[in-house]
């Protein structure tokens, strides 16, 4: 197979559930960030960071730097995240007044830095003598990375150049430092390599992709290279004693890498810089550590909800088949680098393993994230909530039972924002021959090879797809792994399967109308039974949502309940007004009742019931409430 | 109920289980404990307990040093361990070589002593000044009151008063500091409340009770206490801040308190104080706390094997009905502690209840913190251990597939040898009126009363018990709650049951014969639907023991079987070379084969088979290994 991109994002006009979101996240989550990255929402944390980019810009031009900076190290991320997601909104969801909002965002942050192309308001502003000193917690580079994202994206959406220049002489400031004066080290936090990625692909400037590409090559081969430059500074932000290399995937070099470890949002981040570089270079060496990382995550280190990163300790991967339902941590922002990570593995090969994993994250962990009124957020995902257990024993302080509002440390609110209104760029690909599907997106779609679209569906409740050609063309379209009953048709024609990799190619033409249906049947999934904490369990899933079971539905206890193997699992009709619209599914299951007795050599009584489940995304959005994905199994 | 008490150490002479124990800590755990105290155990990390009291003894004397003082600040309570140990061993197993080697010991450690009565190595080397001002983390009154219970052990078991001398001058040192001075505060690891009353209830000195009733009552009274005291100083052994006020049960007062929170070792230490305190004052309200808090741990945060604290953060109580296996820290000292609470709430009322919780503990969880040759120890007893997982993953770093060696912090071992010692007195307690059989132990007992008898059983794995008195008078045996088909007979004719409180209450004869016969029968456990990780979960027990499955008997993989709801359970003949002798169990049951996948829609094949469980207790002797206490259930 050849390789193949993602669509530019204007390439994609959303509609139906994409659709949805995306308006969601205009109308609600962008200017709700915005008024705290101006501290203007009510209630929030103070978040300082448009005030951080003016005062830098005091700071640059030698005045008085005000109430100087606030925040955390890697405070200027937030504007970065939120300006691209507003240009990924723009692009599909045109609205000039914020287009100007973000216009003069852009100023104060073009004005914040510095004649040598350096750009970092906690340093500029606090201490530019320690640039670039700490690398293990300073996120200067994060930051950077963020900002070159946001840079490409609004030039992407709106062509204006002014934040991309900023960021190609920010990314020269950093070749120089890196490459010409042969400064030690690479990025504690992995993001500014596939954001150099970007900047290469979008501009063509070398100097982006040898960085990105020095960055991936050294890191781990020296990897003792934190604790040494611990011991050269006198100074730290947290007290990281940089001991523990698996954190930030140091401990060999990267095309030597065999197990996901450490941070799960800095692996994600790191892996999909590496398939990234694969994918320019055809570095096989690098691409093959990719596809053993993938399998290291989505065979042995993965939630069935696309969740990553077994424990709170470090936010990070544990080993393999540790996947406990209570205490994950499971963090949104994980999730979203595992379809990052996904997109760039289909970049490389077409292969609709990686889109199936990229629909499971994004349809479970990554929606779960935000509440459906896109006013709060989780960072972490647990597949078990248990009020007076969740958020209250010690290990499980960082398992809530409902979402929180705005943190100061606010990675996962912007970063669910501007992968849903990107929504576009994965679910479609395309190469110089064929257009591809990877993902089921309501809307119109308009590929560089002129093939043009409409995908009409009420996708992921309804599983009929349809595709209108208005301009034809070589058309690849995935079928996801899940379907057990897939079929095509091409004007009513039926059209005999014979996918390659996952995906159907075939050419077609003006006018024609393709109807992809898949599997509407419930599907009981089994974990291996080398996972502990899973055996004799069973979870309920639907196309690409994976369901649970929240008290508010199953009468305040779901502990109780066991469903019944080969027991009927009944769709509900889609009720609209049910959580913002949702199908539920009603199983045969029992209820045990006990005796009260914390032990009993008397097996609880069981009855006959039925219980009722909702998508896993939907959940926590009725108050408090007792929730569980893998149920007992009884027959 | 009237009231009733333990029996003097050398009341009972041992036999059959408890015998071969008790031979094993004399033989084996005694002296090698003793060859570390002295730093001549080859491979043991240095301990130099012992040069540490002869080091503080030259400061006494104004003399150098030497090497000064080593290891942790509460280094001293392993030799107080030891001696206690000792005694109880010199009295159910006398050794005239053992007690002269005590002797010099206890030389050594009252050439320690300061002239003003104080005794404390760490203080007394390092830094004088320092005394008392460090009770958080200190542990000198911790130190204190394990010699305490050292020097009472001693008198009861050889009747030679010279550490019981020091260790009164000592108690006087500490009454004049907090009582005639009246210095704030109170100790931040209880033991010497519980062992000040020992020292009362040994001589009468009403000024060791007086100060155990004010450390009980002042504790909580001010929960800030430990934060000001932090405040109030320049130096910390550990950092502690003193500010999570439930770490060492001074959030309330004492008799406000209805949850068992905060470090289980200190938690059970101090309720023991508080029920024997109210024991001796008769103090309603306390005893009425204990009640609260013994049900606290009981009925909601114990373990099956009766191991307590649900977390290794803080090695502490979590919250009601959260009891994971394969994380649980479940100590082994603080299992001890529970008998210990469990027998002081005997005192206050001979309840069956408390027995049988003291029996779950000690064959579960206490003798499981030994390997079988007494040589290695568990300070955590997971109910579940997964060899790749256990040990490995930074959530279950503490939870080791096989028992390690001596550790610097030295706890558990020798707790372990002064509990196994001095069985008899949690076994067999009488007051004016009756003599008590709370736990089943073979051997020779003497009552004060003059009631003497022979126990002739090979419980735990017979369940007929002989008592055949030699001196008549009242009796009162313990049905245990566990046997649902008890029976007893006098000179071979069935006595009609009257339990009171779960006793049977009679007069025996010179010449009588006795023959208690418990239920033989295998029970299947079931937990509460409450305790999220058991939900679907059964257990297998006989008598007082719990089993467990370890993949050495079964194939190498534990976590595929699933044990046949009412499928046959059938005990082995007893296997005397088998893990020094066990029953072991086979169940019906079926074996899951999955296809590999970390998760699939197509259930795991299934097998019939048979699943071999052995006592838990027995576990981890025979190498790294998966373990399971709670099995699936099918049918």
Same mark, same amino acid.
């Given at each position: 197979m050849k390789k193949q991109q993602q669509v530019p994002i204007t390439a994609y006009r959303s509609d139906g559930f994409i659709g949805k979101y995306q308006q969601l996240i205009k109308d609600t989550v962008i200017p709700y960030q915005y008024s705290v990255l101006c501290d203007e929402a009510p209630g929030a944390e103070k978040s300082h960071v448009v005030q951080n980019f003016i005062n830098a810009g005091k700071a640059i031009r030698g005045e008085d730097v005000g109430d100087g900076f606030y925040g955390m190290v890697f405070q200027d991320s937030d504007a970065a995240k939120w300006l691209e997601a507003v240009a990924y909104s723009l692009a599909v969801l045109?609205?000039?007044?914020?287009?100007?909002?973000? =216009?003069?965002? &852009?100023? &104060? #942050?073009?004005?914040?830095?510095?004649?040598?192309?350096?750009?970092?308001?906690?340093?500029t502003i606090k201490d530019q003598d320690k640039r670039w000193t700490n690398l293990l917690e300073g996120h200067e580079l994060y930051c950077c990375g963020h900002m070159m994202e946001a840079a490409c994206a609004y030039f992407d959406a709106t062509k204006?150049?002014?934040?991309?220049?900023?960021?190609?002489?920010?990314?020269?400031?950093?070749y120089q430092h890196f490459i010409v004066e042969g400064a030690p080290g690479y990025p504690g936090h992995p993001e500014v390599e596939l954001a150099l990625i970007k900047m290469y692909r979008m501009t063509g400037n070398q100097h982006c992709l040898d960085l990105a590409a020095h960055f991936i090559n050294v890191r781990g081969v020296d990897p003792l290279y934190y604790e040494k430059e611990v011991a050269s500074r006198s100074w730290s932000v947290w007290g990281s004693d940089g001991k523990n290399p698996d954190y930030q995937q140091s401990r060999r070099p990267v095309r030597e890498q065999t197990d996901a470890v450490g941070h799960a949002v800095r692996a994600v981040y790191l892996y999909t810089a590496m398939a990234d570089l694969a994918s320019v270079t055809?570095?096989?060496?690098?691409?093959?550590? @990719?596809? !053993?990382? %993938?399998?290291? &995550?989505?065979?042995?280190?993965?939630?069935?909800?696309?969740? #990553?990163?077994?424990? !709170?300790?470090?936010?990070?991967? +544990?080993? =393999?088949?540790?996947?406990?339902?209570?205490?994950?941590?499971?963090?949104?922002?994980?999730?979203?680098?595992?379809?990052?990570?996904?997109?760039?593995?289909?970049?490389?090969?077409?292969?609709?393993?990686?889109?199936?994993?990229?629909?499971?994250?994004?349809?479970?962990?990554?929606?779960?994230?935000? $509440?459906? =009124?896109?006013?709060?957020?989780?960072?972490?995902?647990?597949?078990? @909530?248990?009020?007076? #257990?969740?958020?209250?024993?010690? +290990?499980?302080?960082? =398992?809530?039972?409902?979402?929180?509002? %705005?943190?100061?440390?606010?990675?996962?609110?912007?970063?669910?924002?501007?992968? &849903?209104?990107?929504?576009? $760029?994965?679910?479609?690909?395309?190469?110089?021959?064929?257009?591809?599907?990877?993902?089921?997106?309501?809307?119109?779609?308009?590929?560089?090879?002129?093939?043009?679209m409409r995908c009409e569906t009420g996708y992921p409740y309804d599983f009929t797809v349809t595709y209108r050609i208005e301009k034809g063309g070589r058309l690849a379209i995935r079928l996801p792994g899940w379907s057990t009953a897939t079929t095509l048709s091409l004007n009513g024609?039926?059209?005999?399967?014979?996918?390659?990799?996952?995906? $159907?190619?075939?050419?077609?033409?003006?006018?024609?109308?393709?109807?992809?249906?898949?599997?509407?049947?419930?599907?009981?999934?089994?974990?291996? +039974?080398?996972?502990?904490?899973?055996?004799?369990?069973?979870?309920?899933?639907?196309?690409?949502? !994976?369901?649970?079971?929240?008290?508010?539905?199953?009468?305040?206890?779901?502990?109780?309940?066991?469903?019944?193997?080969?027991?009927?699992?009944?769709?509900?009709?889609?009720?609209?007004?049910?959580?913002?619209?949702?199908?539920?599914l009603t199983a045969e299951a029992i209820r045990r009742t006990d005796d009260g007795d914390l032990y009993s050599t008397t097996p609880p009584a069981e009855e006959s019931c039925t219980a009722v489940a909702i998508p896993y995304y939907a959940w926590a959005n009725r108050g408090e409430n007792q929730m569980r994905v893998w149920m007992d199994e009884t027959r």
């Open positions: 045109p609205d000039p007044e914020l287009e100007a909002t973000a =216009d003069k965002l &852009i100023d &104060i #942050i073009a004005d914040a830095q510095d004649a040598d192309g350096y750009l970092n308001t906690y340093y204006k150049r002014k934040l991309l220049d900023v960021m190609l002489r920010n990314a020269e400031h950093i055809g570095d096989e060496k690098l691409l093959n550590a @990719c596809k !053993v990382l %993938w399998d290291s &995550i989505t065979c042995r280190r993965m939630y069935l909800t696309g969740g #990553i990163g077994s424990t !709170v300790q470090g936010e990070a991967f +544990t080993v =393999d088949y540790d996947l406990p339902g209570d205490t994950a941590y499971a963090e949104t922002c994980a999730s979203i680098g595992l379809m990052f990570f996904g997109s760039r593995m289909l970049e490389n090969r077409p292969v609709s393993d990686y889109a199936d994993v990229m629909e499971k994250a994004f349809y479970n962990t990554v929606l779960g994230g935000m $509440q459906l =009124d896109g006013k709060r957020f989780f960072y972490v995902n647990p597949l078990e @909530c248990l009020p007076g #257990i969740s958020g209250e024993a010690v +290990t499980h302080r960082h =398992d809530l039972p409902t979402r929180p509002g %705005w943190y100061a440390c606010a990675c996962c609110p912007p970063n669910v924002a501007r992968l &849903i209104s990107s929504y576009g $760029q994965f679910a479609y690909g395309e190469n110089d021959e064929t257009a591809y599907c990877h993902l089921i997106a309501a809307g119109e779609i308009t590929f560089r090879s002129g093939l043009k024609n039926a059209v005999a399967l014979t996918p390659e990799e996952g995906y $159907q190619y075939m050419d077609v033409k003006d006018g024609d109308v393709l109807v992809l249906t898949l599997d509407d049947g419930v599907h009981t999934v089994y974990a291996s +039974t080398k996972v502990p904490q899973l055996t004799g369990k069973v979870a309920l899933g639907r196309g690409p949502l !994976v369901y649970c079971f929240e008290g508010v539905d199953n009468g305040g206890d779901v502990l109780s309940l066991a469903l019944k193997r080969d027991g009927r699992v009944t769709p509900s009709a889609f009720e609209a007004d049910l959580l913002s619209g949702v199908v539920t």
